[in-house]
């Protein structure tokens, strides 16, 4: 497949949880944790608010030329006091639409989160990616992201 | 050493700047990345106050009977539409003071937190530990997170 060059990025609106839930979904590990119905569960929405209303969290969408969503990501800046109170970016829910994948959408949703960290001062982007996304991690190195980390979780 | 029970978790402070940056060099990486100098460098300053100013990041220090700030820990909580719209808590920065190691205090920090996240109505608590830190991993492994993820990092 050709890569595809003129795909836009734009903060998601209301109108677009939908069809990000539905990529959330569309992933080994998602199907498992989310719910698409018809009408979407309403935290979804609460959700979608609670990042909208936050100043230091971008959830972006890419469109196609069509103005269809075919990937998310979302970027939090978060302030700290290590590395000399540097920020450091928070990349988190990347997710390409399965019939869009491997024309270089996530690359440039990515190269988007860097250079918007970057722009706001951060000195340090990181990221956890599960461990059986193998290709995901082999991804993000390519992009210059070296696996420095343990990432570790507690769910409950 | 015998196990400190009382001590008392509270925000971190403007006052505090000074004591929770010297904890943050007295460690083997962060000794490279962090300047504990007299003045201190302002940007430790402005940090504190983005900190203190977003209300989804809480900043807390632990502090021994006699007043002595002797550990700290920084929780965000990350609003996201995955997982149902659950938000996401995120560790960072815990230390302890080289002269408390071992005695609970980082333990009852990270306990603090995960029950915060929990009351705050995250349903996970995730964090990045250098692969180096073996020994944090094993720390938080004993509090039940799960070495689920890899942690990538790009610093510029």
Redesign the interface.
């Known amino acids: 497949m050709a890569a595809i060059s003129s795909i836009t990025i734009r903060h998601a609106r209301r109108d677009d ?1 939908g069809v ?2 539905a990529m ?1 979904v569309d992933d080994p590990l ?1 199907s498992a ?3 698409l119905e018809d009408p979407l ?1 309403p ?6 608010e ?2 909208d209303r ?1 100043q ?2 971008q ?1 972006v969408v890419a469109e196609d030329n069509d103005g269809a969503v075919i990937g998310c990501l ?1 970027l ?1 800046i ?11 970016g ?1 990349i ?2 990347v997710r390409v639409a399965s019939h869009c994948r491997s024309r270089g959408i996530g690359e440039r949703l990515v190269r988007w989160a ?1 250079a918007e960290a ?1 722009e706001k001062g ?10 059986t ?1 193998v290709d995901a ?1 082999r991804f ?2 390519r ?14």
């Open positions: 949880v990000i839930v959330l998602g944790r989310e719910r569960p935290s979804y929405f609460r959700a979608f609670r990042v936050d230091n969290i959830l979302q939090c978060l302030p700290g006091l290590s590395s000399q109170g540097a920020s450091r928070l988190e829910d860097v970057r951060c000195k340090l982007v990181e990221l956890l990616t599960h461990s996304r991690q993000y190195e992009l210059g992201f070296a696996r420095s980390h343990v990432g570790m979780s507690l769910r409950f």
